[in-house]
């Protein structure tokens, strides 16, 4: 029976009044079940830092004072912050499952995040997202939603799902599902295209992220009063200043993508610009650069180096987030708040001396939850058989926009960068039939969520592979499967190779699987142990390079782009080569049933 | 059929796309239906105050910058502020109903307020809060509400109505509705009775009100574990530092109580306290003392004299209020922001200019909203006849627990206090009745909602009337009818006199009604207009000062509170006499059935 009711409860945790009546006595008494002695304790509410004991009972937090009892925990004078929260993330990014992910961040003191199930939810709907908010509950770490509202995020995507406003209805309803997320086609948002409306007046009511970079002026204005109210775009002091003005709140992003963010917080700290609407987000973040440099923790460092106050920046990193998302009971240290503390060595590099997750210290273990599996996010490969036939690429289709210099379009790779350009060149072909060389590779995106047979060909130049193939199942957004060599057979055995393990990355040289990844979960992610993953896609990557993949780029998040139609200048899709800046194909592949 | 789905929505107001492609369309041509030129416009964002044009679409803004339109208005230069808002207030204690309530204090700059219908609800219970809600749509100001938490107030307070969280279910799905209402019985929360706890896990996703006068320590961890997260009832510095570091939003009242702001203000200032957890509120508030000096302004002129920045107690007048309570689109000048502003002449004194509300100037007609009054709330006096047998006090059950010494239980009230003091007195008796002198009144309460006959009778000193009687239907929180004279006749011709016209005040001097208010709305509050209402209340205080009511206190609000059981340290109920501090009955006088 569907059920519309709104879920109650402390954001996802339903307390009964036994529970309660438990809290309130144990707080009544200073009866602790846990004691962190001696913390310089920060209070994000009065700016204060104090020595002082922290009192849990179970997982909540019942005085700062002078306590004791017989589980005492001896902080020896470091500092004590609310545990930081991540204000916006992609669990996928990371290609593992939400307790592993958690089991990589909270030894980083990230003990809070707000996940946008964007990929999964473009190629499972929304049952991917039921499957994430599932697969992370009564975890460690606290996991919360927003709603995925662009799926899919163009309309050039063949995704494997579509997610319309009625849809989102039951899942809205969710205690841990708190508003929409990123509003990225701020384009449909300012012309007011119907089906986005009809989402940002069902989300009117919670919190809507934005997502619009370099937007200003009437634009920003009407994408204000359409309903976002957040932005993690900014990449200049100017953009953060207009965007914060506007009334949007400021998530300075450092994970994948940390453009210009050591400028805008210099600006701020010496404008003495007000944070109490700033917080932090890494978006995406490899897991390699997590475990080497840290999380919300290394933009907090960053914020004290750039000049922000060491106690604003903890109040950016924990509680300004928990206020803007309404989380009641995050974000501070003070009774009735959650147990979730992490302890630093100084508030200047906030290296992590001790967690306290769920009211005791975290250890790794904690995060050993087992969760099942839905089936609805296994098998998700679902693609027409793929031939030699389905990767040709003929002259006259090439050619379709051919120009009277008889120069054919490519997709040429920029070193360092997702941007690409589009070149026109003197290509070879062999009985009409474009013949790819370690110039210029060949590039297929096959349809795998409906088994339509699409098949989009074309041409890359930049990647520079010889004798081998790589292939992936994540390509942003539609997660199509993507495919780039310099001849059919090691294309084809890796797309095989992909299918057979449901989806992943691999990497296949003159015949040979040299490397892969299986992601079986969506063709995303896996449930593999976190160290297996990063081995796996180090040898990913050195399989790349075998084959001539240029060193400035990492290949596999390349790959992973090519086929995004919202990054500049030109894409691929299963149906054909498009120009992002007109929005139109330059040419279109037959699809298989033509 | 009972809906709990929660209501959609602006807060009140269901907007559908159509509405929002207006809005988005104007923002983006920036075609706006009125323009403020000219102003000095505070952002709270980022703390500026910047010469500004403000554009308005109907009732939103949108945008801040140069527009013109055909419809201007020029501020000449002074200053734009967001309207301000009243974190908590009683509308009930005005007397007058929500709209008539609106045209008081709009003038004022104050645009929002969030209510506390806990009167009423005493009354009519939710039929009483629904009611309040209804007379509350579609106005210039903003009413939201809060759901009265305590009622009754005491277990020996005998109300029109109980309402328990089951009630409350479906009223919690208004969109208007923020959360569960100032949480005055901290002692059942601290000890854990299962009806309080209910409403709490109830209300446990949403923002819960706390009103706890000088509670500390353990019992304060434990009251802020049990889910209360604002008080508006510090009167010292101290106070307001310890709750403000147990996480608790503090509301600064000054309504008709004020106790210790200056001290706390200026202290506030001096430490450098972050404010972005402080609000204003007023509480109670005479419509008099609004309409002399001021409202929400004249707690922000109060503020910027005990020294804080002006531009934070703009804030604290408005954002922070807005924040608090989750009211996403008031509190700010910015694109999407609903147009309800305020200009005043300076930052420092908050002499209103102009108020603008609905996206136009306020006129006073713009309140002649003509609601009907729900039937629910009128002839709520339910008493059973009332004769001079009702009135009796004998010797036997005023010394129920006579001393040795031959002394009786008298309440003594305290010039210019609410507090009382049990005083033993020798009293004069006449066939074993007491006689009620001038020195000596007879209080009476009178049970008007159930009609169960029951009437408590008591002795008072202090209000020295002399051949005459003063009745109220308004007595906190029961609600039930008090009488005071010193002859039975004046007082029985009281009562009738107010159960005639449905509740309200009178005064009766030698067998004529000098004086009187009716209240027909649930005996609290009338749809008559302000100014007749305002002069009606100073022929009541100067007919009850002919009897010899003293100067120090107003009679009708001493007479409103001497039944109320949980201010100390003696009170009347419809029961008997009631030590406070002991929780008790002195005596209790046979209830008619007996």
Redesign the interface.
């Known amino acids: 029976m569907k059920n519309?009711?709104?879920?109650?409860?402390?954001?996802g945790v339903t307390?009964?009044?036994t529970e309660?009546?438990e809290?309130?006595?144990a707080?009544?008494?200073?009866a602790a079940t846990l004691v962190i002695k001696n913390a310089h304790v920060v209070?994000v509410?009065?700016?204060?830092v104090t020595l002082a004991d922290v009192a849990v009972y179970e997982d909540?937090i019942?005085?700062?004072g002078e306590y004791s009892c017989d589980n005492e925990y001896d902080a020896k004078g470091v500092y004590l912050c609310p545990g930081f929260i991540d204000a916006h993330v992609h669990i996928e990014s990371s290609m593992v499952t939400p307790n592993s992910f958690a089991r990589v961040v909270l030894p980083h003191g990230t003990t809070a995040i707000i996940a946008d199930p964007h990929e999964i939810a473009n190629v499972c709907g929304t049952e991917g997202i039921w499957a994430m908010y599932k697969m992370s509950n009564m975890m460690p770490l606290w996991v919360y939603f927003m709603m995925p509202s662009c799926v899919p995020a163009t309309p050039f995507d063949n995704t494997g799902a579509r997610i319309l406003a009625d849809d989102m209805r039951q899942l809205k309803q969710k205690?841990r599902m708190l508003g929409l997320g990123e509003v990225m086609d701020y384009v449909s948002?300012?012309r007011?295209e119907?089906s986005m409306?009809?989402k940002?007046?069902?989300f009117?009511?919670m919190?809507i992220d934005g997502h619009a970079p370099l937007l200003s002026g009437?634009?920003?204005?009407?994408y204000?009063?359409?309903?976002p109210?957040t932005d993690h775009e900014c990449s200049c002091f100017d953009e953060v200043?207009e965007k914060?003005?506007?009334?949007m709140s400021i998530l300075i992003r450092v994970g994948s993508a940390a453009n210009g963010v050591r400028e805008m917080l210099t600006e701020i700290a010496d404008r003495g610009?007000?944070t109490?609407?700033m917080m932090f987000c890494t978006d995406d973040k490899h897991l390699e650069n997590t475990l080497r440099e840290g999380h919300i923790n290394c933009i907090a460092r960053l914020a004290v180096e750039c000049g922000i106050a060491p106690v604003d920046a903890v109040r950016m990193a924990s509680y300004n987030a928990a206020?803007a998302y309404?989380l009641?009971r995050q974000g501070?240290i003070?009774?009735?708040?959650r147990a979730t503390m992490v302890l630093f060595d100084n508030l200047r590099d906030f290296n992590v001396v001790d967690v306290f997750a769920m009211g005791r210290r975290y250890e790794d273990t904690a995060c050993d939850i087992g969760h099942i599996l839905p089936a609805d996010v296994l098998n998700t490969i679902n693609c027409a058989p793929v031939s030699a036939r389905d990767l040709s690429l003929r002259r006259d289709v090439l050619g379709a926009n051919a120009r009277a210099d008889g120069l054919f379009p490519v997709i040429r790779t920029i070193p360092g960068q997702l941007v690409t350009e589009l070149k026109y060149e003197r290509l070879r072909f062999e009985d009409g039939e474009f013949a790819a060389d370690e110039r210029f590779n060949k590039l297929a995106v096959i349809e795998r969520h409906h088994a339509t047979g699409n098949v989009g060909v074309g041409v890359v130049e930049g990647l520079q592979l010889k004798d081998g193939a790589i292939c992936a199942s994540v390509a942003h957004d539609s997660h199509n499967i993507v495919v780039v060599g310099d001849n059919d057979e090691d294309m084809l055995l890796a797309v095989e190779s992909l299918v057979e393990c449901g989806g992943g990355f691999a990497v296949v040289h003159r015949g040979i699987v040299l490397a892969r990844l299986p992601l079986p979960i969506a063709g995303l992610m896996t449930d593999a142990p976190v160290e297996e993953v990063l081995r796996k896609q180090r040898a990913l990557v050195d399989a790349a390079k075998l084959l001539g993949a240029p060193d400035e780029s990492d290949p596999l998040v390349l790959l992973s782009f090519l086929a995004l139609p919202v990054i500049p200048n030109v894409r691929l899709t299963d149906e054909g080569l498009i120009d992002v800046g007109k929005t139109e194909y330059i040419y279109k592949n037959k699809a298989k049933g033509e």
Chains 1, 2 share one sequence.
């Open positions: 519309n009711t709104r879920e109650s409860g402390w954001e307390v009964n009044s309660l009546r809290r309130i006595g707080a009544m008494k200073g209070n509410f009065t700016r204060e909540t019942i005085g700062v205690s948002t300012t007011c119907e409306l009809e940002l007046v069902l009117e009511d919190r009437n634009a920003l204005n009407a204000c009063v359409a309903g109210s200043l914060l003005r506007a009334g610009l007000p109490d609407n206020r309404g009641k501070a003070a009774p009735g708040y």
